[in-house]
Each structure stands twice: as structure tokens, then as C-alpha cells.
């Protein structure tokens, strides 16, 4: 049983198409990235999973339960939307505590005492959340979802507002509870740079619909292996060489980056060819590799293509 | 049951911490009921104790009315419109346990302050009148029994209505309620005259009134929906 699963779900919104047959699945344990761009229908989609809307067609379940009509079923999972859920004029303390009790935890203190430590609150656990900065009010939501031990997790943005340790120790966070816990976690987010790093899968949506479903290693790994980074003896390369390799009929484009050049081969280019017409021409060549794109690079071809499509 | 009485105790808290709303609840509880009360022991001609029993059963109800408006815009509205409410809706509690939690412990508050005012009003009546007062037990009947169920009705109709209307209709239902208050004022005062006092069909009718606004507010609660609420957050 998949811990995830979109079956054809479509959504509209006056009339206004959000969600197209959207179809995807997410296995326990991973962690799921889910990316498009503002208004694309990324939260609509938590929402629909969550049972706090309904969908139009098609189905969404979680633990393959619908969120909706199931109670019972929302015990098990967590939630952390971009507003953290606090009351304000109630201290760090009362409000994981009162959580604890509406998940039906007899005695929530050890586990809000555990948790307030494990984010470097503890010394706060008094103090109204209201006194607390944007950073502390979204650790602080992370415990609060994962109070419960649930087994899965959706988080909405969980990085925004968070500087860059912060972030770390979000990220670091999530790996921990997906490695060592298993739980699945669903990501909402808009920091690609995040998600690469974290994220086992990703599924781009754009247009209404699911432009690419992927492993993260497998969307990069397909988007740029027609480029190669090259360095060459004697440090940096002069405008001659760029000249030089620009010539080479396997070579569509070359620029300088960093010491070296980045080559962007032709359709039919390939690398060994590339490298042996250069040793050929008499260059000595320090370094060579082969370039993965990043997922900003995927995230942006899918999201326009996706567009254009709609 | 718990998880209700959990909402209940957190929206209580919520209440009585919210120091505007205390502030404005605590000036308008003593405020408007204790000048009326003098005026209306200083044009009074039978006998105080029947006059200020009628009064403060009419006045005692709209301040319910009032308190329950008053404290349920942080427990609901507000919850609404940061987004709160959207973790709480995942919680593992049903719509209808979230509305009945948060009215029981808005009601709460809002019938301490009732009580609160009326306490001080038959203090300051007792402090000011040149004659002895009497207070009829029927009285009694109404602060225990009548005024828990309009604070809840007023908090559970308001509450539902927040949860159901999006946020510029919200603005709206603040200058309705307004309006209706000022109808209240009259309206109860002129079928419950101080000289008449507090009377046994006045408190049937009461609490019929109330148990059935009371119902009306449980019954749209019922028909709320989470997707209703959701989409009319932004």
C-alpha cells in the first residue's frame, strides 16, 4: 500500500481548473517533494489530501484512508502549514501540550519536554509563542507535528522565515525522521536547493498537471548530460583555447566558469569524442566532468513547458 | 469527550487573556448596566426590588448576548483568519467537537462576565438605593439557568456564522450585530417592563428562545463544512 496516493484527482475553483487528473504515488519512508510554482495547486493538493477539501474527481488517500471522513486515520499523521497553528498569547509549553491532548495523548509532558529540547527551546517553554521570532514559531511547528510520533508528515514550506542555520537544522531534522523513524514526509516548498538536498522523489506540478514524477538523482542525471566541465593545464583558459574548443564540430557552445570552460555539446557530441579531439589538438587536460543539472535547471523547464501546455 | 473539553479549556484560556477584549468586556459590563439601573431606581415609583429584577433580567440577557459576540471573535474569526484553524481542522477531532469546544469554553467566559456585571450592578443598586432592596428568587433562576444558554447561543451563532462567512461578510455580521444589539436593548425592555418584574412566563419564554437560538447555532455548526471554511479563509 502506498503511504500517498493521487488516482485522476481534479479540483476547480469557480470554474478555474487547479487540478488536472493528477495521478502520483509516494511509498513509505521516502521523502516527497512536491514543487510548482505560486498558484499552481500545491497546497490544494495538501488540502485535498488532508480531507479539508474535496475533490472534484478522483481520489486522494493517505495511509489509504480519505483524511476527510476518516478521524481515526488523522491520528497518524502530522501537519505543518505555512501559519504554525499557535495560539500566540500561550506559552511553547501549553501549546504542544494542548496538541498532545487533542492527539489523544494521556501524558504529553515527557514528550513535549524531549521535543522542546531536541529544537534548543527549553529555556523558552514558558514564554508566550507570541515573543518568539518567525524562526523559533517554525521549529517549534515541526515539533508540534511531530508530536504525535505520527508516521507521516506534511509540511508546507517548512523552511520559510528560517535563516540559514535554521534551515540546517530543519533539514537535518527531516533526514533523521525519515532514516531513522521511517516516517514518509510530503514537502511543499518553493527551496529547490532544499529539496535536492532532502528529497528522495519530486514531482513537479505546472499547469494543473504533473509535468515530471521522478527520484531526484534521476530528473538531474537526465537533464544535462550534454555538458562537460573541463580544466586545463596551467591554470586558467585563455580566449584562445575558448576559441579553440568553440570550433571543435562536436562543441555547440563554450564559456569560461571558474578555471576551466564549460562545453555544451551538439545533439550527436558525445564526451570520449570530445576529450580525444582535444588531446588530438595538443591540449593538456587536468580535469574533466561530466555536469549534472540542478533542480532549479529541471524545476524551470518542466514549470514553463507545463504553461505552455495549459 | 476530552478532546472537547480540551478545546474548551484552551479557548477559555484564550479568552481571559486577551486583555482588549477584557478591558472593552469589563467597561461595557459595568458601564451600561449599573447607569441604567440608576436611572431606572431613580424614576421607579413600586416596589425597587421587582424594578431592578426586571431590568437586570432583561439587561442581563443582551450582555450575555454581547459577551458571548465579544469573546468568540478570538476563539473563531480570529483562528480563521491567520489560519490557525486549518491544523486544528486535521486534528483527530470532528467539525462538530471543534465548534462545541470552543463555544463551551467562549460561553464560559462570556457568562463569568455576566454574572460579573450583574453582581456589581445589584451592588452598586444595593449601595445606592434609599430604600431596601428584596431580589425575587426567581432571579436566581434566571442568572443559573438562562444566561449560560444565551451566552453559548450567541457565541455558538456567531461562531458558526464566522466559520461560514468569508472574511469581507465577516466585517458585515460586526456592524449587523450592532444593530441588533441596539434592537435588543429596546425590544427586551419593552417586553420585560421594570415594573413588571421578573415573572415565570418571562423566563419560560426566555429560556425557549434561547434553547431554540441555541440549537439553530448547533444545527448550521452541523452543516458546516471543512471545505467551506477553507475557502473562505483568504
Given amino acids: 500500500m502506498h503511504a500517498i496516493r493521487a488516482e485522476n484527482l481534479s479540483k476547480s475553483f469557480d470554474g478555474r481548473v487547479v487540478l488536472d487528473n493528477v495521478s502520483f504515488s509516494v511509498e513509505k519512508g521516502d521523502i516527497f517533494g512536491y514543487l510548482g510554482p505560486n498558484g499552481a495547486g500545491k497546497t490544494t493538493t495538501i488540502n485535498l489530501f488532508l480531507g479539508l477539501l474535496t475533490p472534484d474527481g478522483g481520489t486522494a488517500t493517505v495511509n489509504g484512508a480519505d483524511l476527510g471522513s476518516d478521524d481515526e486515520a488523522r491520528r497518524r499523521i502530522g501537519v505543518l502549514f505555512e501559519n504554525n ?12 501540550r494542548y496538541y498532545g491532548r487533542l492527539y489523544g495523548m494521556e501524558d504529553p509532558d515527557s514528550r513535549v519536554d524531549e521535543l522542546l529540547g531536541m529544537i534548543g527551546l527549553n529555556d523558552r517553554a514558558a514564554d508566550p509563542v507570541g515573543t518568539f521570532s518567525t524562526g523559533m514559531k517554525r521549529k517549534l511547528g515541526i515539533a508540534r507535528a511531530i508530536l504525535h510520533k505520527p ?11 528560517l535563516d540559514p542555520d535554521a534551515q540546517r537544522m530543519v533539514r537535518d531534522l527531516i533526514l533523521s525522521l525519515a532514516s531513522s523513524g521511517g516516517m514518509t514526509v510530503f514537502i511543499n516548498s518553493h527551496h529547490l536547493d532544499e529539496v535536492q538536498r532532502i528529497c528522495s522523489r519530486v514531482a513537479i506540478l505546472a499547469g494543473g498537471q504533473i509535468q515530471a514524477e521522478d ?9 544535462k548530460e550534454r555538458t562537460v566541465w573541463i580544466a586545463f593545464e596551467g591554470g586558467n583558459a585563455s580566449e584562445h583555447v575558448i576559441l579553440a574548443v568553440q570550433n571543435l564540430p562536436m562543441v555547440e557552445r563554450a564559456e569560461r566558469e571558474g578555471e576551466g570552460i564549460i562545453c555544451t555539446l551538439t545533439g550527436e557530441g558525445r564526451v570520449p569524442d570530445l576529450i580525444s579531439a582535444l588531446v588530438a ?23 514553463h513547458s507545463g504553461e505552455e501546455a495549459s | 469527550m476530552n478532546e472537547l473539553l480540551t478545546i474548551a479549556r484552551k479557548e477559555f484560556f484564550q479568552a481571559i487573556t486577551n486583555k482588549g477584549v477584557l478591558i472593552a468586556a ?25 424594578a431592578l429584577a426586571g431590568h437586570l433580567a432583561s439587561i442581563s440577557v443582551m450582555l450575555a448576548i454581547f459577551m458571548g459576540y465579544l469573546f468568540s471573535s478570538d476563539a473563531f ?45 445589584v451592588a452598586v443598586a444595593f449601595a445606592f438605593s434609599p430604600v431596601g432592596i428584596t431580589l425575587p428568587w426567581l432571579l436566581l433562576v434566571h442568572l443559573v439557568l438562562i444566561l449560560p444558554i444565551y451566552a453559548a447561543a450567541s457565541a455558538g451563532i456567531i461562531g458558526s456564522a464566522q466559520l461560514y ?45 434561547g434553547f431554540v437560538l441555541l440549537l439553530l447555532g448547533r444545527r448550521w455548526a452541523g452543516r458546516l463544512s471543512k471545505e467551506r471554511i477553507v475557502r473562505t479563509i483568504a
Fill in chain 1, 85 to 96: 497553528g499557535f495560539s500566540e498569547r500561550q506559552s511553547a509549553y501549553e501549546n504542544l
Fill in chain 1, 151 to 161: 508516521d507521516l508528515l506534511f509540511l508546507d514550506e517548512p523552511s520559510s522565515g
Fill in chain 1, 215 to 223: 527520484s531526484v538523482a534521476r530528473l538531474t542525471a537526465s537533464g
Fill in chain 1, 281 to 303: 589538438a595538443g591540449f593538456r587536460i587536468e580535469e574533466a566532468k561530466k555536469q549534472s543539472a540542478n533542480l532549479e535547471e529541471i524545476y524551470l523547464r518542466y514549470v
Fill in chain 2, 26 to 50: 469589563f467597561i461595557f459590563a459595568v458601564w451600561f448596566p449599573v447607569f441604567t439601573t440608576l436611572g431606572i431606581l431613580a424614576g421607579i415609583s413600586g416596589d425597587p426590588g421587582t
Fill in chain 2, 77 to 121: 474569526f480570529r483562528e480563521k483568519k491567520d489560519g490557525t484553524i486549518l491544523t486544528l481542522l486535521c486534528a483527530p477531532v470532528s467539525l462538530r467537537q471543534i465548534w462545541e469546544g470552543k463555544v463551551l469554553g467562549v460561553a464560559t467566559a462570556a457568562y463569568g462576565m455576566t454574572l460579573l456585571s450583574v453582581l456589581i450592578t
Fill in chain 2, 165 to 209: 462567512l468569508g472574511m469581507r461578510e465577516n466585517q458585515f455580521l460586526g456592524m449587523g450585530f450592532v444593530f441588533l444589539f441596539i434592537f435588543l436593548i429596546f425590544g427586551l425592555q419593552a417586553f420585560i417592563s421594570p415594573e413588571g418584574g421578573v415573572t415565570i412566563q418571562n423566563e419560560l419564554f426566555f429560556f425557549v428562545l
